[in-house]
Structures are given as C-alpha cells and as structure tokens.
C-alpha cells in the first residue's frame, strides 16, 4: 500500500458510530419537537460515563450548559483536566443538535506536524473536497487540545470562525464552509488560559464564546458506584465474563482514591480488574499492584486517608474536601459550630461545601 493510500485509509470520514435516527431536532425552521432534556436524557444512556449522575451540581450545570448549545451555531471551549474524557462533551453536543444526522469528527491537534495540519484539514497541495472541512459540511469538527496546533493553523480557524470562509486545495481558494467547531484545552485553568496556552488571543476570543468545564473524577466522588458498576458491565461484555457485582470494600476503595488520571484512570483499571477477576465479584485482588500507592492519613483517624497525585492545586483540592468532610461529621453536620471550631469563616466554608459538592445533612 502506498503513503498516499494508507493517508487515505487512515483519515477516511467515518460517521459517529452510533445507530442513526431520525432526528427530532430537525425541520424547516430546526425547532423543537422533542424536549432537550428528554433528549439528552436518551443520550446519556448511551454515553453514561459524562452524565451519570442527575444530582451531583456540577455535571447538571454541564447539562444545562449542553442543552442550550446545542441548537446554536456557536463555537464552544471545553476545559478540563487530562483523562476527563472531553471528546464525550462534545458528542453529545453534536448529537442533540440539529447537525445531528451529519457527521462529527475528533482530530487530535497533538498528533501531527504543521505540514499534516495543514494536509488533512484544508487539502493543502490537493483537491478542496479532499479537506476535512469540505467532508465535514454540516457536521461538527471537534478540536482536540487546540492549544498545540501550530499559528498559522490557529489564523486560519481563527478567520474561518470570522468569515465562515476557509482557504482549501492547492490554490488557497476561499470557500464557504458549514462546519461547527468545538474545541478542548487541557489542564489549564480558564482564566489563565490567554496567558499560559500557546492559543493566538484572536483564536481565544473566537472558540470561547462559550465555556464548558468538565470536573475532575475527584470532585465526582458521589458518581463512582455507577460509573463503575457501568464500565464493569462494559468489560464483562467486551471480554465475555460474568461478574455478579462489586464487593463493598473494593468500591470503598475505588471512593477515597483521588483519581489523578480521571475516568479515562477508572475506565482502565476496572477493564485490568475483570480481566484479572476469578470470582464472581470484583474484588480488591484484581485491582493493579500501584493502585493508590500515594496515599496518606488524615489526622489520627485510620478511616480517614486521601490519595496524592503529587500535583499540588490537584492534592490541596484533596485536602480541602476530606479536611471539610472530617470536620462536618465531627459536629454533626452543623455549619456555624464547624466554622467556630475550625476557625473558617462560614461564607468559605459554605463555598467550600457547594464546590466539592459535599452533603452536610447526611454528615
């Protein structure tokens, strides 16, 4: 097979791989036929690792957030931590929208040089309709770490989100092209984005008209008995076992890890634990020999242990919620006499409590 044919092979257009449906979103004035959040619903049975949970504040913030972008043309940043799966965000946005029967595709801007950029996305030295954005029409391109294209990339994208016109094909002829943008931005907090990213400040203003911040799996504590009982599931398929459940102590274990690799860390170490299971449980003997390795006591309480990822804004986060948790369930849930004796002043702790999602009734 020649360069040119395995290029060919390699970056061919596949659709989403999902069943294609008519699609409620669309007639001739794309209004609404079926309710967004009905939709959504449906979808996240599909993709069940984003929007598990219906109560953690966070992910219904994300769902509030897709559901109104969806039916708009607007371009939109997703932010997050490596590993939180940001692609899925994406996808979703993609398929509640009117674009939804059109394709959507994930080009990771990491992979490849300025020369490749340049080859896939506007057919340099070649035919226009061989460009990505030409087989894209109507569907939805999904930027994948943004911030590492070269700039001369980045001015193009930056003058297409501008004009709606992109120059393609050997000739740098300029065409009109229907393609919705979303991009993603790793491990860089959004208002240091501008001044820590190697993003072109115009590119910047132009991809963020909205904002899309996934929260790490540590933030999501609540949500890991379902995401876990989902992918074991996953992987009993996948791998043709039949496991009855998750021992108590094996998910106890899972909730007080820290999760520095995100979902994209729990989706691989519980595929490694069906795999290596014998019993008809998942047990704390198939997990991986360095599974929370990093861990360390809380005070004196034995119970009580956090999991490092020695990444510092990563363990203060840690601490601050086991530090909150402990001292929450030492008084007994009460906010005034926990802010008194822990001398925090209420108003931290009650921004505290609402961001790492903690339930003080249940303390």
Known sequence: MSEREADK???????????????????????????AKQMLKEQSEQNPLLLQSQKNDLVQE?????????????PVLVLGEAGTEQDEVAQLIHQSSPRATHD??????????????????????????????????????????IDKLDYEVQSKIAKYLKSQKIALGSDDSEQACDVRIIASIQNIQA??????????????????????????LRLRKTDIHNLTQKLVE?????????????????????????WPGNIMELRSLIEHAVIMENSP??????????????EV?????AHTHIALSLDFPTDKETFEKAFITESLKKHKGKINQ????????KNTLLRKIKKYSINAKEL
């Open 281 to 294: 449980q998942l047990t704390l003997k198939s997990l991986p020999n360095n599974f929370a390795k990093n």
């Open 234 to 258: 996953s992987a009993c398929i996948k791998h043709r076992k039949n496991l009855t459940g998750i021992e108590a102590t094996t998910l106890q274990k899972l909730e007080e890890h820290n």
């Open 191 to 216: 208002n240091k984005i501008v001044e820590v990213s190697k993003l072109l400040k115009q590119l910047y203003y132009q991809i963020s008209v909205v904002k899309i911040e996934v929260p790490p």
């Open 62 to 74: 994300i769902l509030k957030k897709i559901q109104l972008v969806s039916q708009f043309y607007s």
């Open 338 to 345: 926990t802010a008194l004796k822990c001398r925090i002043p």
């Open 297 to 301: 006591r809380l005070g004196s309480n």
């Open 104 to 145: 959507f595709h994930i080009f990771s801007c990491h992979a490849f040089n300025k020369q490749r950029c340049e080859e896939i996305l506007f057919a340099k030295n070649g035919r226009a309709e061989d460009s990505l954005f030409k087989k894209l029409d109507g569907g939805t391109l999904f930027l994948e770490e």
């Open 9 to 35: 092979k390699l970056f061919s257009f596949q659709p989403f791989n999902r069943p294609i449906k008519e699609n409620p979103y669309l007639n001739v004035k794309h209004l609404l036929t079926k309710p």
